[in-house]
């Protein structure tokens, strides 16, 4: 247990949370008097009609707005340029991120490097962020990222195909206006690899090094409200409970993992990312229950409260940390999440791939030291 290491918790973001609760956009924006708005999003949002019920409420009330909308899944620094330069031109005073992990990250960078200046590269690593940082509000899209209340923002150097993360409370959203209405849009495929995102980010936060227990709260409760609605969102998009409870068990993950890290699977899930360009949930699912696996010495009693926080029930702490590992198996599979072997790993790679995990800023977090080799063997393991 950690209840005798000291820990600070601060939530920079006010949530607010309730069907319907985009539609206080508008006031949030009065009240603060912000008068030109870049709206950070992607051609997905566009398409569904989301971004459409946003720029009607703005209009309604005479607000000025432009849309930046070219932001990439797995955004690229070259994404954050360009919606740098927009903010620039236009006089932007506050950005709207609406979507997924990918707008509300590329618009977390824009926040810092629209008034900071340089390469969104030259803020990697601690402390690298002064105070001044355009304002952002968040609507999230999906249930998966936690990004509308993460203090980080991960960008991929094109160059390098490499993900890397920049981190700061300064960068967390001043307002997340978290609406179920807003995911009902979402494909079955999408909401399961978002929703896996979600459940490993609460697992990983759980048992990483830097676990603490306010933390370790949200991460549970968490968990238990992914377990019981994920199936649901999937199967039936339309069911507003199960959309709701996966979209606070989302927030609530990202509350734990900002307070608390990931660890080995978003290692192994960004060098993924960055090499292929493959989707994040899909690569977080698709490697998590052999990282389970490789952790269990090291978190057995926390793997069966996970069990707990799934429903389970169990003989013994072994047994209940085993039954853990197998229903996170169970539930990937039941959502339909592809196999590892979907994302057309080369076996050339595998060297560059382990090199890129061991090197991410989550490594020391996670519960089993894991050197350059492990990260080797796992992927051998994986594709073999
Ligand atoms: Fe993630």
Redesign the pocket.
């Known amino acids: 247990m950690n209840l005798l290491n000291s820990f600070s918790f601060a939530l920079p973001t006010k949530i607010e949370y309730g069907v319907g609760a985009t539609k206080s956009l508008v006031d949030v924006i009065k009240n603060e008097n912000f008068k030109s708005l870049l709206l950070v999003t992607d051609e997905g949002v566009v398409r569904s009609g989301l971004l459409k019920r946003v720029t009607d409420a703005l209009d309604a009330h005479q607000l000025k707005w432009k849309v930046f909308d070219r932001v990439e899944p797995n955004p690229k620094d070259y994404n954050v340029q360009e919606g740098t330069g927009i903010a620039g031109r236009f006089g932007t005073d506050c950005l709207v991120a609406i979507g997924g992990g990918s707008p509300i990250d590329c618009a977390k960078a824009i926040a810092v490097v629209a008034r900071q200046g340089g390469a969104v590269r030259d803020y990697e690593g601690p402390h690298k962020i002064g105070p001044d940082v355009l304002p952002l509000m968040a609507i999230p899209t999906t249930a998966g ?1 936690g990004s509308e209340v993460t203090f980080s923002s991960v960008i991929t150097d094109s160059t390098e195909k490499f993900k890397f993360s920049i981190k700061d409370p300064k960068i967390a959203p001043r307002v997340a206006l978290v609406d179920p209405e807003m995911t009902l849009t979402m494909p079955p495929d999408l909401t399961a690899s978002t929703g896996m ?1 979600a459940l ?2 609460a697992i990983e936060a759980f048992t990483a090094n830097a676990s603490e227990p306010l933390a370790d709260a949200a991460a549970l409760y968490a968990i238990e409200l992914i377990a019981a609605y994920l199936r649901s969102a999937v199967s039936d998009g339309h069911n507003l409970e199960a959309r709701a409870g996966m979209l606070l068990g989302s927030v609530l993950a990202g509350i734990a993992f900002s307070h608390s890290d ?1 660890a080995a699977v ?1 290692c192994v ?1 960004e060098a993924l990312g960055g090499k292929y360009d493959a989707a ?1 949930g899909v690569c ?1 699912a698709v490697v998590l229950p052999a990282v389970m696996q490789y952790n269990m010495e090291y978190c057995k009693e926390r793997y069966a409260r996970i069990a707990v926080a799934m429903g389970l029930t169990y003989e013994n702490v072994d047994d209940g940390a085993r039954q853990a590992v197998t229903a996170v198996q169970q539930l990937a599979s039941d959502v339909q999440l592809p196999a590892f072997g979907s994302l057309g790993v080369q076996e050339n790679d595998l060297e560059e791939l382990a090199a890129n995990s061991f090197k991410n800023g989550s490594n020391i977090d996670n519960p089993r030291p894991m050197k350059k080799n492990d990260y080797l063997n796992l992927f051998r393991q994986l594709t073999g």
């Open positions: 990222t995102d490993t980010h990931v978003h899930a994040h977080n």
